[in-house]
């Protein structure tokens, strides 16, 4: 049984995945494949949030200001 999972897993065969895993790295990362993977923000939405009580009162009110980001 031994000799089975040795053979599996022969010395041509790991260099091989390891050749074929760092071609995948590379052409990732000159495709830009791995920029902006961070999410996205939402848009940003201004106005006015009012908070109502079971009343109907208003109990808190929150405005929102967008500024413009410089890249």
């Known amino acids: 049984?031994?000799?089975k999972?040795?053979?599996r897993f022969d010395k041509r065969r790991l260099v091989l995945?390891?050749?074929l895993a760092l071609v995948a790295l590379y052409v990732g990362w000159r495709t830009g494949g791995f920029q902006?993977?961070?999410p996205k923000q939402k848009p940003c939405v201004?106005?006015?949030n009012e908070i109502k009580d079971?009343?109907?009162k208003v109990v808190q009110v929150t405005r929102t200001t967008c500024y413009e980001t410089k890249k």
């Open 1 to 3: 049984m031994l000799d």
């Open 5 to 7: 999972l040795k053979r």
């Open 17 to 19: 995945i390891a050749a």
């Open 36 to 38: 902006d993977q961070q």
């Open 46 to 48: 201004e106005g006015r």
């Open 54 to 56: 079971q009343d109907g």
